[in-house]
Every structure is written in structure tokens, then in C-alpha cells.
């Protein structure tokens, strides 16, 4: 069975380290031994038996903008096909469309925003312009939820969903992460036709009946495995996915083909 990681943050080399401390201390966490790199990350997913990774990185301004989006597309096209990069947008951008133009001429597949650590509401009035320029066009993974702030808790995703409803969204961490069960109860009860939810850094906080009921308030057509790599590695996210033993068709779309469909991911067979 193919294993699409769908939630991979990846450095260069040289801030590697650095950017994965910057984000434990964001957390409060020191558990990953893990560092950021896109070699590790090929390491560790093959450990897993991850086939495909979708690859990421946030611009804490708009200057870093367009060089990440260089960067994980330059990423892509060493991976030997190994991975799909998303790219990032800043709402403070003097200029949004143009962003979005060249994360499409790069060949990115769709769209990484992170309201807390690049400090906006996911429904500010400065997002807007982003939602609208990718409407149609490219999905967007949201980081979602996190009960010290409120940028980007269930309530200010509804908004988007209800008003542009073109706009594929997934919410990372079962739509909020550290607020699992406010996130269901606000989004999943909707059933949002625009709306997916990924697996990442939600396992260790969770039972397995837990997850097995976040999956099914979701439903396993809007489910997506992601490890968010390097806060954890992909090992023991596979491992403990494997574990639930949930029916192999669910199994086939939560690990490969939902993401397949939402990002047009071709695997060899």
C-alpha cells in the first residue's frame, strides 16, 4: 500500500537546525532529535515505508516569501518524485496575486498558512485577498487550532468555509489541534463540502477510540496522514495509524488516495 506523508516541513540545510528549535520553543517541547532536512526526512520515510511526502515551509514575513516557495520547489525537483511542495503566502504581501502566480509557475501544488507563528486570524480582513486568489485553484493546509491563542481555533475557519466555498481547506491536526473536540463539534457536524482535516501531531494526545471517533466525525473521505515532520518522526505515525486497524479501504484513502485527489499526486504502481 502506498503512504503519503502530507504534512513534511523542510529547511535548507544550513537553518535547518535552527528553525526546528525555533519551533520546539514556540511549543514548549524538546522531544524530536529530528532536524529539519529534507535528507532525514527521506530517511525516516523510508523507514516508514512512505512512498510520496508533501513538502512545506511558513514565511514568518513577506520578504521570505518567494525564496522559500524557490526553495521547496527546488526541493521537488531533486526528490526524484518523491515529493509535492506547497508554497507559502504572507497577508501582509504588497502583493498577493503575484505570489500566487509564482507558486503556480513553480508548480506547487497548493498553499501552507500558519496563523500563530505568522501572527494573523485566519478570518482578518488582510487574509482575504489570499482566500480569493486561491479560490478554484489551490488548496490551502491550515495549521488549526491551539487553545493559548485565537488565530486559528475552529471559530474563525467556519467563516471561510461558509463564505468561500470554492476554497479547498484542510485543517491540519483534526481541524484544531489541542481543542480536538471543539473543532468536531463546529466543523465536522457541517459536513463542509471544502473542507479535509490531516492526522498530524494529534496521536500523542489521543486514545485510539479517540481517533477513531475524530476520523469518523470527519468521515475517511476528508481524512489525510501527516506525521508534521520533524515534531515527530513518520515512524511511529505510521506504526500507530497501522495500529487502529481500521478497514483497509479507509486505510487506502487516509493514507494515499485523499491526498492524491486534493493535490493531483500520480503514483507509479
Same mark, same amino acid.
Given at each position: ?9 523542510i529547511?535548507?540545510d ?7 528549535a =525555533?519551533?520546539?520553543v ?10 529539519g532536512?529534507?535528507?532525514l526526512l ?11 511526502f +508533501?513538502?512545506?515551509s511558513v =514565511?514568518?514575513?513577506p520578504a521570505?516569501v518567494?525564496s522559500i516557495? /524557490?526553495?521547496i =520547489? #527546488?526541493?521537488?525537483a531533486?526528490s526524484n518524485?518523491k515529493?509535492? #511542495?506547497l #508554497?507559502t503566502?504572507? !497577508?501582509d504581501?504588497?502583493?498577493? /496575486?503575484?505570489?500566487?502566480e509564482?507558486?503556480?509557475?513553480? #508548480?506547487?501544488?497548493?498553499v501552507?498558512?500558519?496563523p ?5 486570524k485566519?478570518?482578518?480582513?488582510r ?6 486568489e486561491c479560490e478554484?485553484?489551490?488548496p ?6 491551539d487553545?493559548?491563542?485565537d488565530n486559528?481555533?475552529?471559530? /474563525?475557519l ?7 466555498t470554492g476554497?479547498?481547506v +484542510?485543517g491540519?491536526h483534526?481541524?484544531?489541534?489541542s ?5 468536531t463539534k463546529l466543523l465536522?457536524?457541517e459536513?463542509?463540502?471544502?473542507f479535509?482535516?490531516?492526522c498530524?501531531s494529534?496521536?500523542y494526545s489521543?486514545?485510539d477510540d479517540e481517533?477513531i471517533?475524530?476520523i469518523?466525525?470527519y468521515?475517511d473521505?476528508r481524512v489525510?496522514f501527516?506525521s508534521?515532520?520533524?515534531m515527530w518522526? !513518520?515512524?511511529p505515525?505510521?506504526? /500507530?495509524?497501522?495500529s487502529l486497524n481500521?478497514?483497509e ?6 493514507l494515499?488516495?485523499?491526498?492524491c ?8 504502481k
Amino acid at each position: 500500500m502506498h503512504i503519503i506523508d502530507a504534512h513534511c516541513h523542510i529547511y535548507p540545510d544550513k537553518i535547518a537546525e535552527k528553525a526546528t528549535a =525555533a519551533t520546539e520553543v514556540f511549543y514548549g517541547i524538546n522531544h524530536t532529535e529530528l532536524n529539519g532536512t529534507t535528507s532525514l526526512l527521506l530517511s525516516e520515510g523510508e523507514k516508514a515505508g512512505i512512498t510520496h511526502f +508533501i513538502v512545506q515551509s511558513v =514565511a514568518t514575513s513577506p520578504a521570505q516569501v518567494s525564496s522559500i516557495n /524557490r526553495f521547496i =520547489a #527546488g526541493s521537488v525537483a531533486e526528490s526524484n518524485g518523491k515529493f509535492t #511542495g506547497l #508554497g507559502t503566502l504572507h !497577508p501582509d504581501s504588497d502583493d498577493i /496575486r503575484r505570489d500566487v502566480e509564482e507558486i503556480i509557475s513553480l #508548480g506547487l501544488k497548493g498553499v501552507k498558512l500558519h496563523p500563530d507563528i505568522q501572527k494573523f486570524k485566519a478570518d482578518d480582513y488582510r487574509c482575504l485577498k489570499i482566500y480569493q486568489e486561491c479560490e478554484g485553484r489551490l488548496p490551502i493546509l491550515m495549521h488549526t487550532g491551539d487553545n493559548r491563542y485565537d488565530n486559528s481555533n475552529p471559530n /474563525r475557519l467556519k467563516p471561510l468555509l461558509e463564505i468561500y466555498t470554492g476554497l479547498t481547506v +484542510i485543517g491540519a491536526h483534526f481541524g484544531g489541534w489541542s481543542m480536538w473536540e471543539d473543532a468536531t463539534k463546529l466543523l465536522a457536524n457541517e459536513h463542509y463540502d471544502n473542507f479535509y482535516v490531516d492526522c498530524s501531531s494529534s496521536f500523542y494526545s489521543l486514545t485510539d477510540d479517540e481517533i477513531i471517533k475524530l476520523i469518523s466525525s470527519y468521515g475517511d473521505d476528508r481524512v489525510l496522514f501527516g506525521s508534521d515532520y520533524p515534531m515527530w518522526s !513518520p515512524v511511529p505515525e505510521v506504526k /500507530r495509524f497501522l495500529s487502529l486497524n481500521l478497514p483497509e479501504k479507509t486505510q487506502e484513502k487516509i493514507l494515499y488516495k485523499n491526498a492524491c485527489r486534493l493535490f493531483d499526486i500520480k503514483l507509479e504502481k
